[in-house]
């Protein structure tokens, strides 16, 4: 498809409508299809059909265009063009949703997005009939966020029916999409969800602020849209959460954040992101909240373990081999007997061996994916160990660190972990427990300098005035969570009396 | 950006001012260390010292079964203990890291001499850990234990390691920290006690000859920083009452047909009070604690009332005398190693300095009561001998 300049004046509103015009703009498509229908047969009312293939679903257009165009008997009283125009706006074709088009950009951008368009040249005005085919997949289980407990269904790559789905489980009339188009090319429909009795006013302004500012030419990914609203643009912690599942993304909107479904794409975004949300899984409120907690609390560990354990591993044996017991420093002697490297490069061997193995894992297919785990089980694990190229030892605080990792329910969190867990074993690797207590301390600055449309990005933990610490590395019981964060300032503050 | 540099430059102000910089230097990888889990003192010719440091030793056995336990020691002299710890980076492969020494030793005629210089050293020394434990080795020298007692199983740390695990069920030394070492020699009237070690040939089979067990066998006794003599086995358990350091141990009965029967000490305390009474120093000694009945070598059924007050006040007048003797020979000698000084500075803060100055006069002419009070608590669900006569049940 030819690329359509705004410049082009064809495109442009001014131009009258016809079907010659939009023959010059679409007609070197081969899905263009174009056909000359007489109203009733009257070679006076010609009415020119154009649609794309495909995009439409060809039963909705027999049944609700040409059939009444050809048998409707109301028809024969016209004359003329202008008599079949005032007949169909006062509804004689059957279709839920039909526009009056009087300019070639609106008609254009009706067409593709899937709508049938009936021109009448004579009277520069064309009738677009939402049409669509159905393009979408099933709604299937979330692939990356699996829950024991809980709803089984996700978004799908198409926006009407994500915010149908959103609709249905959340009923309330103060739920609210707004659509803006982004992308000059793609043209895509991003929804901003909110519910408008409970979030703030100024929050969803701001999103919408910030959506609008985007300039750019397609929004295909996810990251177009993340990369260009969120506050802190060079730090690697996402301060936009994801999610798949309809729920998760639901309750988020009840707490007063705002979310964003964009067209094409199968996962949600809600704003404002904070830390302890990316270490929050829907799970986590399913279970009795004595286990959750303790869920939680391994999740937080977790957290610290992977982030810390390469850099500690790395300190304790290269400047501090009092802090460890006796028999353990006596066993990572032991283990170490003839491997060459110092202990940073043999850490940093293996956490580069890991993320290729990730890398790998990612890209191969599902079929063959399993060879990963079976290279990366022998070769880095056993092979690479009975060379002496690595230590036992390290092979399992890798290995922890890894697993640790894995814990984590955002994966955008996790990169960012993966990152400053290297950075975090250099420092280690120069300075020992200083250098890696600067690191933690740099980490903490870092963090405490964030802020997501508003929120601190370490919120509640700082600055936040009800100490609603309820649900954060604890999960205490529902009831003792009567409001909602004082950090969202929403509209309405009490969940429950 | 600019914070991120203020941020920064503090930071390298603090690591360079607070001498994290000597940190920084201080990189050693783990597997090029010489971690020292013995260290010994000794005397060498001529007046120098002599340390034995010892590690265990990691090196992959004959048949490839990985790494074995013997020590490994490393020996070196030296004018002062200092000169003598430097002089080994000469000639030793690794560097020296004594930041995992459990377990230091003094050979007897070191201790004889005055422990402080070696003391002085390890307490001026940044790796040295305050918990480490003491012992003066009888009759010999530190080095040649180390050497004897490493067996072909066992690194002779993991044998200490082992036996002091089993100190409390004999009571009859203890563990003698360097912090707690240190504390006494501090206060001058105070002495202290450091438990000693005995090697002796090896009664475990299997081991080539020349291999030395190490026996635990009761407290040196020390008068200011000098080994005043080494205690028996009853005078360091009664050093033990006198410290409630008792942990359990058995105590050897005769019953009243004078058959032997063994009690066992399951839980055991005491408690001393100082007073000063008619211008004079008294000490009360109160003792009290329970036993079990572990073994009964005579047939005859013993759990009647009076048999069991008899065995209750045979056991308070055996732990008694082990007490008295314990104040009796620390009297004679004038050690104070109970610490009663403290005890009676606790009680007469403002006597204080009146009781360092004399206390050389003061302690042997204290007045000490022992009281001992005890039950027997238990029989282990034997209720009477397996070889009681019939005629006897039921008596």
């Known amino acids: 498809m030819p690329a359509i300049n705004e410049e082009d004046s064809l495109y442009n509103k001014t131009a009258n409508v016809s079907s010659d015009n939009i023959r010059s703009i679409l007609g ?148 609210t999409i707004e659509q803006i188009r982004l992308g000059k090319q793609t043209k895509s429909n991003i929804a901003i969800l909110y519910v408008k009795n409970i979030a703030k006013s100024k929050l969803i302004d701001e999103v919408k602020q910030r959506l609008e500012a985007i300039d750019i030419d397609r929004v295909l990914d996810a990251g177009v849209i993340e990369g260009a609203i969120v506050d802190d643009k060079y730090s690697a912690f996402p301060q936009i959460q994801y999610t798949e599942r309809i729920d998760r993304f639901c309750a988020s909107l009840v707490e007063g954040r705002a979310g964003i479904l964009i067209e094409g794409l199968p996962t949600a975004y809600i704003v404002p992101g904070t830390l302890l949300q990316f270490l929050q899984a829907p799970d986590d409120y399913s279970f009795q909240f004595i286990i959750a907690s303790i869920v939680r609390f391994i999740r937080f560990m977790s957290m610290f373990i992977t982030l810390i354990l390469p850099g500690f591993y790395i300190s304790i044996t290269s400047f501090h081999p009092e802090m460890l017991p006796a028999e353990l420093a006596f066993s990572i002697v032991a283990s170490r007997v003839g491997v060459p490297f110092p202990m940073f490069v043999e850490v940093l061997i293996l956490l580069l061996a890991f993320e290729l193995l990730i890398e790998a894992g990612v890209r191969l297919p599902k079929v063959i994916g399993q060879t990963v785990s079976i290279v990366g089980g022998l070769v880095v694990g056993q092979a690479a160990v009975e060379a002496k190229l690595v230590s036992p030892a390290t092979v399992m605080i890798i290995a922890i660190t890894a697993i640790a990792g894995f814990l984590m329910p955002n994966q955008d969190f996790s990169n960012a972990i993966r990152l400053w867990r290297l950075i975090l074993a250099i420092f280690g690797s120069i300075t020992g427990m200083f250098g890696l207590t600067f690191g933690l301390i740099f980490l903490l600055y870092h963090w405490c300098r964030i802020e997501t449309f508003g929120v601190p990005y370490l919120d509640p933990f700082v600055a936040n005035e009800d100490e609603q610490l309820q649900d954060t590395i604890f999960r205490l019981p529902l009831f003792t969570m009567k409001k909602r964060p004082s950090s969202l300032d929403s509209k309405n503050k009490k969940r429950m009396e | 950006m600019r914070r991120y540099a203020i941020l920064t430059a503090l930071l390298a102000l603090i690591a360079a001012l607070s001498g994290c910089v000597q940190i920084a230097m201080g990189r050693a990888e783990i597997d090029k260390l010489f971690i020292v889990r013995v260290f010994s003192f000794d005397e060498a010719e001529k007046g120098k010292a002599r340390i034995t440091v010892t590690t265990k030793d990691l090196s992959t056995g004959e048949g490839g079964e990985g790494a074995t336990q013997k020590g490994e020691s490393v020996v070196s002299e030296g004018d002062t203990v200092f000169d003598a710890a ?40 940044p790796e040295f850990r305050y918990n480490a434990k003491l012992y003066v080795v009888k009759g010999g020298t530190a080095n040649s234990l180390v050497e004897k007692a490493s067996t072909s199983r066992y690194f002779v740390g993991d044998r200490l390691a082992r036996i002091e695990e089993h100190i409390g069920r004999t009571s009859i030394s203890g563990m003698v920290t360097l912090n707690e070492a240190l504390l006494i020699f501090d206060e001058r009237n105070l002495d202290t006690f450091i438990p000693y070690i005995e ?42 009452w006198m410290l409630n350091r008792i942990g359990s141990g058995i105590i050897v009965l005769k019953d009243q047909t004078g058959q032997e029967i063994s009690m066992v000490i399951i839980h055991g305390n005491s408690r001393i009070k100082p007073r000063i009474e008619g211008g004079e120093l008294h000490c009360t000694v109160e003792v009290s604690f329970v036993t079990n009945i572990g073994e009964i070598m005579g047939g005859t059924n013993i759990f009647d009332r009076a048999s069991l007050d008899y065995l209750t006040k045979q056991q308070e ?40 100055e004399n206390w050389q006069e003061l302690f042997p002419n204290i007045k000490f009561e022992v009281s001992v009070d005890s039950r027997i608590d238990g029989t282990f669900m034997i209720n009477e001998p397996i070889t009681a006569s019939e005629e006897a049940v039921g008596e």
């Open chain 1, 28 to 175: 070197s498509n081969a899905d263009y299809v174009s056909r000359v229908i007489l109203v009733r047969d009257k070679p006076e009312i010609p009415s020119v059909l154009v649609y794309m293939d495909g995009l439409v679903d060809g039963k909705l257009i027999n049944d609700n265009i040409l059939k009444p165009l050809s048998q409707e008997e109301q028809f024969d009283s016209c004359s003329g063009e202008e008599d079949a125009v005032r007949l169909i706006s006062m509804g004689k074709i059957y279709s839920s949703s039909i526009k009056v088009r009087t300019n070639m950009k609106d008609l254009t951008d009706d067409i593709l997005t899937g709508s049938a368009a009936l021109i009448f040249n004579d009277v520069k005005t064309a009738f677009t009939f939402e049409a669509k085919a159905s393009l979408s997949r099933a709604i299937s289980e979330p692939t990356g966020e699996n829950v024991i407990k809980g709803a089984k269904d996700s978004f799908i790559e198409d926006l009407r029916t994500n915010t149908a789905l959103c609709r249905k489980k959340l009923t309330s009339p103060y739920l």
């Open chain 2, 86 to 125: 430097r002089n080994l980076s000469t000639y030793a492969d690794r560097k020296l890291n004594a930041g995992h020494t459990e377990f230091i030793l003094f050979g007897e005629s070191i201790a004889r001499k005055g422990i402080l210089p070696y003391l002085d050293f390890i307490s001026r020394h």
């Open chain 2, 199 to 240: 090697p002796v040939p090896t009664r475990v089979s299997g081991e080539k000859p020349g291999t030395y067990d190490m026996i635990l066998n009761g407290y040196a006794i020390f008068r200011e920083d000098k080994l005043l003599y080494l205690a028996s086995r009853e005078e360091s358990r009664g050093i033990n």
């Open chain 2, 317 to 356: 007048k055996s732990i008694k005398r082990e007490v008295e003797n314990a104040i009796r020979t620390a009297q004679e000698k004038d050690s104070d190693h109970f610490s009663i000084l403290s005890k009676f500075i606790i009680k007469y803060p403002l006597l204080r300095d009146y009781f360092q």
